[in-house]
């Protein structure tokens, strides 16, 4: 008998029907024992969402200030599992607030420490930075990463811009102004993800993880966007500039934030555009460092 546990955070219910749906081919398998674990901060955040919280867990979500969750059933810290599947969303680059909480406390060493882990994450696009930090997280509480999926919004960058904020403050997954394409991970592509857990449940019945990154690869589970590194990178620089202002002037926390958001308005709309033509044209000239960008990101 192989013992799964599926841990996951959600506002909306995307990533739970993400992780659900992954693990459909564990469900009706006798010589495989699932549960599930919810990750439950003790102050959750409000969805849909306002502009104060919105902004306002940025600081904290970035630098990683982690926050209480309350205590995982007992069945599940007592259960010593085969394999571990962590789903987590990308907040501000980073893993959200949430399931950073879960990987900073004492539980998720009990939990994951010396087992074989794969981390799914389903963002808007921008979710390879973040997945460094949670890959250093994992090494702090000797997780032994076997895999990784990242389930994102295929459109245009600017389009899932307009269509997450619109899904984020009104809490539903609509088409925006009637003309949008619809936000988040695809229906389509949410159905299909089972095909990842059939292919997760082969290697965990070999007991042998070695070959299971690039099979995950060639089934499409990692989207490369090269644009998207290099502006995770360039923010993740601005992101530290701006949260370091936040806490040392912890007094004005409420006008920063309001400048931050404006930064943020003028960071999408004009400088990433500007970044993104200039970089089209000097594509050539990086076209092999790319590559290998490419080689690493879709790794482990
Ligand atoms: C506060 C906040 C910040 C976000 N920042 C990012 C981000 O930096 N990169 C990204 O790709 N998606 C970002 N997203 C989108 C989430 O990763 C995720 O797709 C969305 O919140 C849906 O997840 P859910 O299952 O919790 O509803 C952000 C969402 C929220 C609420």
Redesign the pocket.
């Known amino acids: 008998m192989k013992k799964v546990l599926v841990i996951y955070?959600?506002?909306?219910?995307?990533?739970?029907d993400i992780a659900q749906q992954i693990a459909v081919p564990f469900l009706n398998d006798e010589e495989i024992h699932l549960d599930f674990y919810a990750i439950a901060p003790q102050n959750d955040f409000p969805f849909p969402?306002d502009n104060a919280s919105?902004f306002g867990?940025f600081p904290e979500t970035f630098r990683q200030i982690s926050q209480e969750i309350n205590t995982p059933p007992q069945n599940i810290l007592n259960t010593d599992y085969d394999l571990i599947i962590f789903h987590y969303?990308?907040?501000?680059?980073s893993p959200s607030l949430p399931t950073m909480s879960f990987l900073k406390s004492s539980y998720a060493k009990k939990i994951i420490q010396n087992k074989p882990i794969v981390t799914i994450n389903?963002?808007?696009?921008?979710?390879a930075l973040a997945q460094e930090k949670v890959k250093k997280l994992l090494v702090e509480n000797q997780a032994n990463l076997v895999g990784n999926i990242a389930l994102t919004d295929r459109n245009i960058n600017l389009i899932s811009v307009v269509t997450?904020v619109d899904w984020?403050f009104s809490g539903i997954k609509r088409k925006a102004y009637g003309i949008f394409p619809l936000p988040?991970v695809s229906d389509k592509e949410i159905k299909e993800s089972s095909k990842f857990g059939k292919i997760i449940k082969g290697y965990l019945k070999s007991n042998d993880y070695k070959e299971m990154q690039p099979d995950l690869i060639a089934n499409g589970a990692v989207e490369f966007r090269w644009f998207l590194i290099s502006m995770d990178k360039k923010a993740n620089k601005m992101f530290k500039v701006w949260s370091a202002l936040i806490f040392k002037f912890p007094k004005q926390r409420t006008t920063l934030l309001k400048c931050f958001k404006v930064y943020l308005f003028f960071a999408i709309w004009i400088l990433s555009p500007i970044v993104h033509l200039i970089e089209l044209i000097l594509f050539p000239l990086r076209y092999f460092s790319i590559q290998k960008q490419k080689k690493y990101f879709q790794g482990i």
């Open positions: 955070y959600s506002q909306s219910g995307q990533l739970k969402w919105f867990a969303q990308v907040w501000f680059l389903g963002s808007r696009n921008m979710w997450i984020m988040g």
